[in-house]
């Protein structure tokens, strides 16, 4: 078990500097976390330590009730992590990042609409934007949570950021860096124009695909 623990701890380690070299957070922003169901364990990434500085032994270990097991201290938003488990069954990874674009939306309180049939990758057809709350709060974990609903894996965060959730951490990943590249697309095609959007019944085709074939459909 401690074997398959320290796996899933590097793995959060390694997602955390592919976020650095992405350009998806810098110094100690952002925060990931990944449920492990069976044995009951939610590995998450500690508190204020720059990524390219943590050590596996740093990556903090909490259960399903919040209570700290092993590693450093947790990421300040280890409550909409474990509410977010606690409530989707169907998630077992989150990505939380302060992205530029994505977070540029967020600060003016606008979705990202359907400008892009990528947005599918979050299982939705608009990115909403769940209320604004203080970080690290109880609040900030129940307004989000209950504004990201039962199904869709992508939310703007008013005045903070995102947050993303998938199956599996290259899931969840993939959603964040996804998301904002196409709220980069968004912001460049505003600038020159109004962007043309998908009608529901586009983006239902696309949310199909995104069903059937996974992966692929982003190619
Ligand atoms: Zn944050």
């Known amino acids: 078990m401690r074997k398959a623990i320290n796996k899933y701890r590097q793995q959060l380690k390694d997602y955390g500097l592919k976020m650095l070299a992405d350009g998806l957070t810098t110094g100690t922003g952002g925060n990931l976390s990944l449920a492990l169901r069976t044995e009951g364990i939610i590995v998450i990434t500690p508190s204020g330590i720059d990524y390219d500085q943590i050590s596996i032994d740093d990556i903090s270990l909490i259960d399903f009730n919040g209570n700290h097991l092993e590693g450093e201290k947790p990421s300040s938003e280890w409550l909409l992590h474990l509410k977010l488990y606690n409530m989707r069954p169907d998630i077992n990874a989150v990505v939380h990042t302060h992205s530029r674009f994505a977070t540029t939306l967020a600060l003016l309180q606008q979705p990202l609409p359907a400008c892009h049939y990528l ?37 703007l965060m008013a005045n903070h950021g995102l947050i993303a959730a998938g199956k599996d951490l290259s899931s969840a990943y993939d ?7 196409v709220a980069e697309l968004y912001h460049r095609a505003k600038a020159i124009g109004e962007p043309v959007l998908l009608n529901d019944a586009e983006m239902e085709q696309a949310l199909l695909r995104f069903q059937t074939y996974g992966r692929k459909a982003k190619e």
Do not use: N
């Open 119 to 155: 947005i599918g990758v979050a299982g939705c057809r608009e990115i909403r934007v769940a209320p604004y709350a203080t970080f690290g709060s109880k609040e900030l974990a129940d307004k989000t949570v209950a504004a990201l609903g039962s199904a869709d894996r992508c939310i």
């Open 175 to 181: 959603t964040a860096l996804y998301i904002e590249e």
